[in-house]
Structures are given as structure tokens and as C-alpha cells.
């Protein structure tokens, strides 16, 4: 599973809050990645970080945020959130291995619900 | 940018028959590589199984092979003796040559019927 944890599983939260989600890995991946995954869209790229502090946006980068201080760690933010921003968010490393290796691996998912 | 197709939304299968997944993919790039994944009711996304364009032989594990037609720009994955585990959705996938980035189709649900 490439030690991929994410937290939390699930949240309900309200028009307006902030929400951060949380991606913990633990093999020391460079490249870790956001994804929103939608009924009838697939997984859309939302950010992603080739190192730390290193991050760059996605195809669906608007109203959120990440940052990223230590390897293991990637935050995903929401500023105020809003009801399009109701998801599943996936978090997945880009495999180490030298030349060839392009996969990724994905954590569990995070369900969020905005009302 | 770099598109990806799954154009079969839903299919349904008998246990033990073969299946095939379609999908097609825009590209500019001369190396790349295709992905096929899986999400069961779980949710857990997993890697099936993965194909390098510079490759010519497809790629086969297990009863999982795909069907990579570089000039038609087409990567089907065909599923063997079909199995009630193997209902999920399948996504396809493609990197953007040098980039570090995946671009995935909308996915395809798969069922496996008794």
C-alpha cells in the first residue's frame, strides 16, 4: 500500500470553514499528489509537490491550497469551503525506482462533505 | 493537453468469461506510459497493470493482459476468467511523457455476475 495514510477518513463540514486534509507517507516519495474524484470525471489533479516546498497546480486548482514542510507530509486546504468542493480526495506518491518508474500509489480516500 | 478516453461507461460479464476495456489516448509524446486501474466498493485505488510505449510486447499479469496499438493511440485491458473480485471501476491512465503528472479517464464500471 506504499504506506500512504490520509486523514481524515471522513468529514461533514460547513459552507465557509476551513478544512485541511491531511497525506502522511512514509518511504520518503519526492512526488505526492491531490486528486478530487467526481461521479462522471475521474480523478482530476487538483496540486501536486516534487519535493519540499516544491508544489505546483493542477487542472482543478481553484479554492484550494497545499503545503508541504517535511517529506512525509503533504496538506491539502480549503479555505472556505463550498458545496462543489463535496468529494472524495485522494492522495498518491509517484514510485521511487530510477528511470521507467512513473506509477502511482494512492491512499485510502478522504469523503468530504460540505453542507 | 494530453486526453484520455474510456468510452464504455458500464459493462456487465458472467463469471469465468473474458472482457475487454477499451480506452483511447491523445499524445504528442514519442515515450509515455499507460496505466490500468482498479477501485472495488472499497475504494482503494490499485494498479492493475502497467504498459511503456517504447515497448512493442503487451504487458500481461496474470489474468490481467492489455492490448497497446501505439499508432492507433489505443491500450485495452483484457480481463481473463472473470471473477466476482474483479466488479469495480477501471480507470485508465497516461503520463505526459516527461511530465510528472498522470492524466486519467472517467472510468468504467465492471460487473462480474454469478
Avoid at chain 1, 4 to 10: A, E
Wanted: net charge neutral; hydrophobic share 30%.
Amino acid at each position: 500500500d506504499a504506506g500512504i495514510t490520509q486523514s481524515p477518513r471522513h468529514k461533514v463540514t460547513e459552507t465557509g470553514t476551513p478544512v485541511t486534509l491531511r497525506c502522511h507517507q512514509t518511504e520518503n516519495h519526492r512526488y505526492m499528489y491531490w486528486y478530487r474524484q467526481d461521479p462522471g470525471h475521474g480523478l482530476r489533479l487538483i496540486h501536486y509537490s516534487y519535493g519540499v516546498k516544491d508544489t505546483d497546480k493542477g487542472e482543478v486548482s481553484d479554492g484550494y491550497s497545499v503545503s508541504r514542510s517535511k517529506t512525509e507530509d503533504f496538506l491539502l486546504t480549503l479555505e472556505s469551503a463550498t458545496s462543489s468542493q463535496t468529494s472524495v480526495y485522494f492522495c498518491a506518491i509517484r514510485a521511487s525506482g530510477g528511470y521507467g518508474v512513473r506509477e502511482q500509489y494512492f491512499g485510502p480516500g478522504t469523503r468530504l462533505t460540505v453542507t | 493537453a494530453q486526453t484520455v478516453t474510456q468510452s464504455q461507461p458500464e459493462m456487465s460479464v458472467q463469471e469465468a468469461e473474458t472482457v475487454t476495456l477499451s480506452c483511447t489516448y491523445d499524445t504528442s509524446e514519442s515515450n509515455y506510459y499507460l496505466f490500468w486501474y482498479k477501485q472495488p466498493p472499497s475504494r482503494q485505488m490499485i494498479l492493475v497493470i502497467r504498459q511503456e510505449a517504447y515497448k512493442q510486447q503487451n504487458a500481461t499479469e496474470n489474468r490481467f493482459s492489455v492490448n497497446f496499438q501505439k499508432a492507433a493511440k489505443s491500450f485495452s485491458l483484457k480481463i481473463s476468467d472473470s471473477q466476482l473480485g474483479d466488479t469495480a471501476m477501471y480507470f485508465c491512465a497516461a503520463d505526459q511523457g516527461g511530465s510528472e503528472k498522470l492524466v486519467f479517464g472517467k472510468g468504467m464500471k465492471l460487473t462480474v455476475n454469478p
